[in-house]
């Protein structure tokens, strides 16, 4: 793989950091890409309980990737700003954040061929332009060229409240209780994990949004783009 001759803009953190808030807004403010990794996680793990594949099954789930045809479409119209095509019908996001997904999703992220199937759809999309692309391993495994690596954290009681909001947004009612345990036991097995755990790549600038919201965070990593590209640090944006 080589350096890139686009801006690649990398966005990783822990569940309900802000990630996928803030990687949307500065790609629809810098007229870029922008994928949100997890929903493809998210997708699969769909498939699976669609088709009632097992969760520990890594050759069953990489067949179930390449069979199902799944397609991401761009579109900065809708309100994720991609639709997920599989088998011809666009995956609703309250299933991809349903309680059912939620639970086996870190199961199915943490085989190793399962990440390679997805590695290569998202570096594909990575090719097509400047991107922001949010996750657990963009910056050390899919893009570790991109010239600009986030590392997002937040308290566990802002991430609760964040993804509490969220959730009831998209129609999930789930108590504050039930959700910091999930969010502190995804926390332990994406980082746990041997397959690109969730770490920050050296090179990232870390922000921590707990008491910073997601506006304030865009503009903090717009000057950290801004800093780069007037230094000439080889950013075609
Ligand atoms: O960001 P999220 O909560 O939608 O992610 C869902 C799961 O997918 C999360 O538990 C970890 C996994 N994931 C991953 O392993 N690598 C990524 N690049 C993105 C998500």
Do not use: C
């Not at 953190?13 to 997890?38: C, E, F, N, Q, W």
């Amino acid at each position: 793989m080589s350096p890139p001759s686009h801006l690649q803009i990398a966005i990783d953190g822990p569940a309900a950091s802000g990630k996928t808030t803030v990687a949307h807004r500065l790609a629809d403010r810098l007229h870029i890409l922008y994928l949100d990794t997890g929903a493809m996680y998210r997708t699969l793990a769909h498939l699976a309980l669609q088709t009632r594949t097992d969760a520990d099954n890594e050759g069953a789930l990489v067949r179930l990737w390449d069979g199902a045809g799944v397609r991401i479409e761009l579109d900065p119209n809708s309100p994720l700003g991609f639709r997920i095509n599989a088998g011809g019908r666009d995956i609703d996001e309250r299933i991809l954040q349903s309680n059912e997904v939620t639970a086996i999703v870190s199961t199915i992220a943490a085989h190793p061929r399962v990440r390679e199937a997805l590695v290569r759809s998202q570096r594909d999309i990575a090719a097509r332009g400047p991107v922001v692309m949010a996750g657990r391993d963009i910056g050390t495994v899919v893009l570790p060229f991109a010239q600009v690596k986030i590392f997002l954290t937040a308290s566990v009681e802002a991430r609760v409240a964040r993804r509490r909001a969220q959730l009831l947004e998209a129609g999930v009612d789930i108590s504050i209780h039930q959700l910091a345990q999930e969010i502190e036991e995804r926390d332990r097995l994406d980082r746990e994990r041997a397959a690109s755990p969730l770490v920050p790549a050296p090179d990232a600038h870390a922000i921590d949004s707990s008491t910073i919201d997601a506006d304030a965070v865009v503009a903090e990593i717009a000057e950290i783009v801004r800093n780069l590209q007037r230094e000439g640090g080889g950013v075609i944006a």
